[in-house]
């Protein structure tokens, strides 16, 4: 069974990848937003293995996504935002999952990714004011984490067989 | 798909602050001015300085030397102009305020070029 | 959490869709290798050619941006070296200061420009003419001793104006140009458009994929607009600061050219001398135009044309453009009922006024 979980982490983690990459060559509407397609992958993880999971997926797509670019800044920000993201998914999915849907546990990762990734940019640009740009993430991360977390949803239908996911 | 407890706190949560924001930006964007920009002061192809130019700043005032020859500048309340040239065509005086991106003033015996960044509608002007 | 991933189906899954994950990934790798590095603007300006010299070059590797841009830089230098009439080494004060009495041997370039010039001329009627340098040096428009001549000097120097009179000779041993005694040659409503050429030539041999160039107002651009759509030039508005246009030329790869009254001139007794001259009266063209705008792949042809349409004024200039191919332009006119604007039919769709207090007459063939 560990060998089983080791290979779908690595399976999840090279389709978050590519779903990063692909997303990076995509035009964005503004800097910072995106549909975020690759947490699709740490959201499953999350749910079909576990917490240690879905922080490896997040972390090897990150680094993956660094190496390939050599892009630092966006390095330090994914990194924040997808710790953060990784951490609070989690913690709902973990405490409160029934009070939750799955859509909106993504909702509330792509929250955080956003809180991370703004703290990061504020830091580095050393620029307090760069944190107003929460309000139009937070409005495109909501939209985007509900699109995440029903697509994250629907393959789990369909990759494992779920009992205790109904929503 | 029905929404359960917590989808509902968290949507009521984003609606507090997209309205609170919505609010803020409204009152700020018909009291404050536009953002700030940017003056390039350019001497013979090299930046000599930048001037950051607010809405509300009060006047400032610099020379540029250049070989004896001199341009007077003023900056204020978001624009910025040459007032006084001692070079034989005043070109640059007589561009008056520079105010949105992508303006500029010339002052060609000083080769002097004051341009504010930011896009400009047009990539360049022939004359 | 009951969870099976036991199954048999859903591994056969992940391991096809690992494969193609794989395959998408040496794909992406092989793309990549033609560069995905960001794209950017590098720009440099410069004091050349009497003018702001402005280069914007676009493309993503930026070693190379700036090495074309250093490149550039130098072929300007050194073309205004040969052709400058204010350089005393120049090919061009060479040949001045020989005039009347040999041939001198200048580089191929300038010899080849200098017949360029003289196509024109013969073209225009001589409402373009190279030798009208001694008109334009006793104005001295644009220096500090810039005065009405005396009407002797004057028609001395209109007589001396006949670019008929020099002579390019191709030899084994190199090119040779001679003038009249008396003349002087100013490439000036040549050269800008000619360094232009080079410069875009240049760039394009560099595998720049887009720039825009702009020598004083002379402007080329190649390649795609860094915004979505064509490049947009404004065309500078004729009674307003630099700067200010009055409409929108959108083109892609092509030289865009202007010339107006206002841009070098003085005032002496309430009337303004502008720095365009008549070659066949030697004052400032009294032109209908207030300014003439060509647009043409080749700059060298837009910068000899705007010069010679403005000295032709607005009716032979219409019918001139009528002969050529090719050739799109603006024409501006003082009305009395007001200014207004012609544009050739080519570029009635690219061209767009944006100012209020000008007319726009319909497109003419």
Same mark, same amino acid.
């Given at each position: ?167 | ?127 | ?303 000899? $044309? ?24 603006? $024409? ?14 080519? $570029? ?18």
């Amino acid at each position: 069974m560990k060998l089983k979980n080791l290979i779908i982490t690595g399976s999840l983690a090279a389709f978050a990848v590519v779903f990063n990459m692909f997303e990076g060559s995509l035009p964005m509407p503004l800097p910072g937003i995106k549909l975020g397609a690759a947490n699709v992958f740490s959201l499953l993880a999350l749910i079909l293995l576990g917490v240690k999971e879905a922080f490896a997926v997040t972390l090897i797509r990150v680094f993956l996504a660094w190496i390939m670019t050599g892009n630092w800044f966006a390095l330090l920000c994914s990194l924040a935002g997808g710790l953060m993201s990784a951490t609070v998914m989690s913690f709902i999915y973990i405490k409160y999952r029934d009070d939750f849907s799955l859509p909106w546990i993504s909702v509330a990762g792509a929250w955080a990714f956003n809180v991370g990734q703004v703290s990061v940019a504020a830091l580095v640009v050393n620029d307090i004011r760069v944190l107003l740009y929460i309000v139009p993430l937070l409005a495109a991360g909501t939209a985007a984490g509900w699109v995440v977390g029903w697509l994250a949803l629907l393959l789990c239908k369909r990759v494992g067989s779920l009992t205790d996911i109904n929503s | 798909m029905g929404m359960k407890r917590g989808d509902r706190a968290m949507l009521g949560i984003l609606m507090v602050i997209l309205v609170a924001s919505g609010v803020v930006w409204g009152t700020r964007s018909m009291t404050a001015a536009p953002d700030a920009m940017t003056a390039e002061i350019i001497q013979d192809g090299k930046l000599l300085q930048r001037v950051s130019l607010k809405k509300g700043d009060p006047a400032r005032e610099f020379a540029i030397e250049y070989k004896g020859g001199r341009n007077r500048l003023k900056a204020e309340d978001g624009k910025i102009a040459v007032i006084e040239a001692d070079c034989p065509d005043k070109d640059c005086v007589k561009r008056g305020w520079l105010k949105r991106p992508g303006d500029s003033a010339i002052c060609l015996p000083h080769r002097l070029v004051i341009r504010l960044t930011g896009e400009s509608e047009v990539d360049g002007v022939t004359w | 959490m009951n969870i099976k991933i036991g199954t048999s189906r859903p591994m056969a899954y992940l391991a096809a869709a690992a494969v193609t994950v794989i395959l998408i990934i040496f794909l992406y790798a092989a793309n990549r290798e033609n560069g995905s590095r960001s794209f950017q603007k590098i720009e440099r300006e410069s004091y050349r050619l009497g003018t702001i010299v402005r280069i914007t070059l676009y493309g993503e590797d930026s070693k190379k941006l700036n090495n074309a841009l250093d490149l550039s830089m130098k072929e300007i230098e050194r073309l205004e070296n040969l052709l400058s009439v204010n350089i005393p080494s120049s090919d061009v004060s060479l040949v001045n200061r020989a005039s009347g009495e040999y041939p001198v041997k200048v580089t191929e370039e300038t010899g080849v420009l200098l017949e360029r010039a003289l196509e024109w001329s013969e073209r225009t009627g001589g409402a373009f003419d190279p030798t009208v340098g001694k008109i334009v040096k006793l104005w001295g428009i644009g220096t500090e001793s810039a005065a009405i001549p005396g009407s002797e000097q004057l028609k001395q120097a209109v007589e001396l104006t006949n670019f008929r009179k020099i002579s390019v000779v191709h030899k084994a041993e190199g090119t040779f140009v001679q003038t009249a005694k008396g003349q002087r040659l100013d490439l000036g409503g040549i050269a800008k458009g000619y360094v232009t050429d080079k410069v875009r030539a240049l760039l394009i041999n560099e595998g720049i994929g887009s720039a825009l160039i702009d020598l004083g107002g002379n402007i080329a651009v190649f390649g795609n607009s860094p915004k979505p759509g064509n490049w947009k030039i404004g065309l500078q508005h004729p009674f307003m600061p630099r700067g200010e246009y009055f409409g929108v030329a959108e083109v892609s790869d092509v030289s865009v050219v202007t010339s107006g009254a206002y841009e070098r001139y003085f005032e002496s007794g309430g009337i303004r001398y502008h720095h365009i001259f008549d070659p066949a009266t030697g004052y400032p063209a009294r032109s209908d135009l207030a300014s003439v705008t060509i647009i043409s792949e080749d700059s060298t042809d837009a910068d000899a $044309l705007s010069t010679a349409l403005f000295v032709m004024g607005f009716e032979k200039g219409i019918s001139f453009l009528r002969e050529l191919k090719n050739i799109e332009a603006v $024409l501006v006119t003082k009305k009395p009922e007001g200014t207004v604007v012609y544009v050739t039919k080519g $570029l009635s769709e690219g061209f767009v006024l944006k100012s209020q207090d000008m007319k726009r007459e319909p497109a003419v063939q």
